[in-house]
């Protein structure tokens, strides 16, 4: 102990050791206060990290320009998925390949072509490295150009090219050179289309081939039938494109109509004849994106729409219809090259070179280069590209654009996909196929996110509060000693133990009884205002046998047992109402028993048009909020319990009944505290997970149905997250809904501690 102070009395002074540790202590708060803002701090900024790369636009740099067909126009050239050895046909009897590093003499492989055919026309289809050939004396054909890496013993890569030649099948008139030709190829089902100069006029010819699959393989390829498309055209054709689908013809005509023929049934059908781009116009360009379900056209002017396959509302067949409009060209589109992986395309007009997206209709980069384009191409892997000059010069460029569905747009505006009648906020991140959109809109999961905690919190609010102001203000101080840690026991049961009781426990319940649990939830609340009513009124002498705060001994059973009187007469509501009609509107009846089927999973969706689920809001509502309950009733009962002693009794002492002194003295000065629960349950609710995974459904819908489920931006991210590759878009977008869910918790929080504040300013006692 230190030395006693004349004027101070030892027993009021510190010891050394309790002052050390004091400091110890408060350096050791302090730095934990400021390691958890480092903490919070570093994981926002790691979020956002992680978040940038979705809105850079894309990174274009030229590497290498070299000779490539020394002057000539060919017909068509291609490249390899490394970039390194690309390839050109300028229609003779040999394929040349060029070392794009110009270390090595250019290599021609021979090209046998039935009969000696002279070739007139050529198209190029990058995603089966397949040259499409017309002859001038009629026939349609094809040559695959492959590729074959090999790996000496230093391990250097070289790559052995080779080119193998299909079949060759007569297209219309015999003899007729053919100007331009189209393949498509679905795997069963194969079309070759062609324009053929005929006694000096251009027709359209098609012929559909099949070949059958077995578990031996592929079997032989046949010729079904061949068609002349000539008479179901609108005017001279011009261009023409076949669809991967292998069952139809695009043709545009010199009057600037589009005509769509489909061939899968036992005639050709034209389907479809429409002008993109009105009265007067001309057609420029007409080409197919990844997936073959949109078309980009351009006109003579350069403006740029978009014409995706769907069934309009009220239709039966699917028809091209216009979804977007991109930024215009300088003019038609002279060049086109799509990407293998998404909806990329390369295109532009004369020296101007444009990376645009489809889905999102963003121009991801755009430049005017120094000569003229005659041709392009992307790679495989989408990670270079590569134009060829008029000087038969090849221009090869790198390619960095690894999000391009992302934008601002994607994930909060509307978006046409393909297929959809319309534009929408949809979220649906995989598909089944290579060519799907990815739809990844965070609206349908913000929304799911407030929707569940709306539920959630109108189910938990009055029950929690109402309990704390009981538990607080009127129950009996050892039965509160009782209750109080039994409900925070309550707040430590697992989440994931919630679910799976919601789940598989509560859902079919609830499915099968839902008037009852609606005139339960509204029956018991009204049972208890009633009996307390009758109960103020009771004479006091019969009050007095109950002690204050034990009034919930006899209300207990009248509960119980109108809780049972009302979910008794759940099934007689439901016959009474439900009634389940046919299309005509006469009641349905069951044919085993004969009587009327009265079921509200039937009759709810025949009356608002809404879908009722099993996992829906009601059950997520419920679950959630029992989870919810504790947090919001621990910290009330703590605000009020803490009003001070003395105001209560001042008030009763001025005659104020309990009800007038909880009204007017007891909330008002607990209402801070009361309001932080609020924030604090609130903040539980929207980070929920486990929960709403497990009992909803999980299903990206935006309504605010009662018996629909929803997806939360808390139950995506443990959904997907697993599964979404490191850095891809899907990955990057996880983290996006992170930070919104970041940024919606700190703004909610934020305004709640100003209002708290507020509060606690205008009712502090001092």
């Avoid at 005659?655 to 909880?662: H, N, V």
């Amino acid at each position: 102990m230190p030395p006693t102070s004349p004027d101070v009395p030892g027993r009021f002074l510190v010891s050394k050791g309790i002052l050390r540790i004091d400091r110890f202590m408060t350096a050791a708060i302090r730095l934990g206060g400021l390691g958890i803002i480092i903490a919070v701090f570093g994981i926002f900024v790691f979020i956002v990290s992680q978040v940038l790369p979705l809105f850079r636009g894309a990174k274009v740099e030229e590497t290498s320009a070299i000779p490539f067909a020394a002057g000539k126009a060919p017909l068509v050239f291609g490249i390899d998925e490394w970039a390194e050895l690309p390839f050109y046909y300028e229609g003779g009897s040999e394929v040349t390949f060029v070392d794009a590093t110009g270390a090595k003499p250019p290599q021609t492989l021979p090209l046998t072509l039935p009969g000696g055919a002279q070739v007139t026309a050529a198209s190029y289809i990058s995603a089966d490295q397949l040259v499409v050939v017309g002859t001038a004396d009629g026939q349609v054909g094809t040559f695959t150009v492959s590729y074959d890496a090999e790996f000496g013993d230093s391990g250097k890569r070289s790559i052995v090219p080779s080119v193998t030649i299909g079949e060759f099948y007569p297209v219309g008139t015999s003899g007729g050179s053919i100007r331009s030709v189209g393949y498509g190829d679905s795997g069963d089902s194969k079309v070759a289309a062609a324009v053929q100069e005929s006694g000096g006029k251009l027709e359209v010819h098609a012929v559909l081939l099949r070949q059958k699959r077995s578990l031996m393989g592929s079997g032989k390829l046949t010729k079904e039938g061949a068609y002349d498309l000539t008479p179901l055209l609108t005017g001279a054709p011009l261009q023409l494109r076949v669809p991967r689908t292998g069952d139809s013809v695009l043709v545009t005509t010199a009057e600037g109509v589009v005509d769509y023929i489909f061939l899968g049934g036992d005639a050709p059908e034209k389907r479809q004849e429409f002008k993109p781009f009105g009265e007067g116009r001309k057609i420029g360009s007409i080409d197919l994106v990844f997936g073959d379900v949109s078309l980009v056209l351009t006109d003579d002017l350069g403006e740029m729409s978009i014409f995706s396959l769907l069934v309009p509302e009220g239709g039966e067949q699917r028809v091209f219809v216009k979804t977007k409009t991109l930024p215009n060209l300088a003019g038609p589109a002279s060049f086109f090259a799509r990407s293998q992986r998404n909806k990329l395309f390369l295109t532009g007009s004369g020296a101007q070179v444009s990376l645009r997206h489809s889905t999102t209709e963003q121009v991801r980069w755009e430049k005017t280069v120094g000569f003229e384009v005659k041709g392009a191409v992307i790679d495989a892997k989408c990670a270079s590209f590569a134009l060829l000059d008029s000087d038969g010069n090849l221009h090869r460029y790198s390619l960095d654009d690894p999000h391009p569905e992302a934008g601002w747009k994607a994930y909060f505006g509307k978006v046409w996909y393909e297929g959809a009648t319309k534009p929408d906020y949809t979220w649906q991140s995989t598909s089944g196929t290579d060519d799907f959109e990815p739809k990844l809109s965070l609206r349908p999961l913000i929304h799911g996110t407030l929707k569940g905690t709306f539920w959630a919190l109108f189910f938990a609010v009055p029950i929690a509060l109402l309990a704390a102001v009981y538990t607080a203000q009127f129950l009996r101080v050892e039965v509160k000693r009782v209750v109080k840690p039994m409900m925070e026991i309550m707040a430590s049961l697992p989440s994931v133990v919630l679910g799976f009781l919601a789940a598989l426990w509560l859902a079919p319940i609830i499915e099968s009884r839902v008037p009852s649990v609606f005139l339960t939830f509204a029956g018991v609340p009204l049972t208890a205002a009633v009996v307390g009513v009758a109960w103020s009124r009771l004479p006091a002498q019969h009050r007095a046998r109950l002690r204050p705060g034990m009034e919930w001994v006899a209300f207990i059973p009248i509960m119980l047992v109108a809780a049972w009187i009302f979910w008794s007469l759940g099934p007689v509501l439901e016959s009474w109402i439900c009634v389940v009609r046919d299309a005509s509107g006469n009641p349905v009846t069951d044919p085993a028993t004969g009587r009327t089927v009265m079921d509200f999973r039937a009759w709810w969706p025949q009356a608002t048009g809404t879908p009722f689920e099993q996992r829906n809001s009601l059950v997520v509502g419920i679950m959630m909020g029992f989870a919810v309950i504790p947090v919001i009733f621990t910290i009330a009962e703590d605000a009020l319990s803490n009003v001070p002693a003395s105001l209560t009794a001042a008030s009763a002492a001025l005659g104020a009944s309990r009800w007038q002194t909880l009204r007017k003295v007891v909330l008002p000065i607990a209402s801070s505290g009361i309001f932080s629960a609020l924030m604090i349950g609130l903040g539980r609710a929207v980070g929920e997970t486990m929960i709403v995974v497990m009992a909803t459904g999980n299903t990206p819908v935006m309504d605010w149905n009662l018996f629909n489920g929803m997806r939360t931006l808390s139950a995506n991210i443990a959904t997907e997250l697993p599964e979404a590759p490191v850095h891809s878009t899907l990955y990057r977008t996880l983290f996006l809904g992170a930070l919104v869910l970041f940024a919606l918790t700190f703004l909610l929080n934020t305004a709640a501690e100003l209002l708290r504040h507020r509060l606690r300013e205008k009712y502090k006692l001092v």
